[in-house]
């Protein structure tokens, strides 16, 4: 899809005649890596900065199948994957934030059928992310404690927003939901950084990812998401 050569294939040693999982360019980038840093630049009160990144599909071979339509090995084989891309954009020195995500239907912008993730390197801290990192430590620093811990203690307590649980992962709808039916999933665990995620904590999240998503699809009549 993109023209260009894959930037990894897996399973490890996969050739491109028994690939499951290809690492592709985006052919059509909204980031480049121009193999330097940006430098902010001014425009009267304006500060702005290129848009210097990687932007990356993440495709898996079965033209139909979607993340809840694959088996749960396989959809921990795929955040296994997106853990290891992870891993490698981390020593990008002008990377400052990774995304990853998946639009699926038409409804959400997913102009290609065939399922597939994009990965965005980011020169830069998305605003919500930096409020909630700064709310995070904000909360810490009032009650020497982390919040989000706070969050799944009382959510079990209560136990009317909890989705979906395993041993090591959680599923809720959030207090105060910012649209319907979001979804929250954390691990139980806490390594602040996917990419310091063991094994058992990210094929449990990749389990409860999984099985929201299959609850999504029968009750919801397969939704554009």
Known sequence: ASGNEPLALFPEGATL??????????KYPALENSGTCPVPGKRGIYTYLSGNGRHELVVTRD???????L???????????????????????????VSLFHSWGPNAGASVYHPHYQIMAMPILPPDIKRSLLGSAEYCKKTKRCV???ILTQEKAENKRVIYENESAIAIAPFASRQPFEVRIF????????TDSSPSVYKSVAD??????KKMEVHLNDPDY
């Open 148 to 150: 989000h811990c706070d």
């Open 187 to 194: 691990p139980k665990e806490h390594p602040p950084h996917f």
């Open 17 to 26: 005649k028994n690939w499951q999982v290809a690492v592709i360019p985006n």
């Open 71 to 97: 088996s749960l090995a396989e959809a921990e084989a795929l955040f296994r994957v997106f853990k290891e891309r992870y891993v490698e954009l981390d020593k990008d020195a002008c990377v400052e934030y």
């Open 63 to 69: 033209h139909d199948n979607n993340f809840s339509k």
């Open 208 to 213: 409860v990812l999984w099985n929201v998503l």
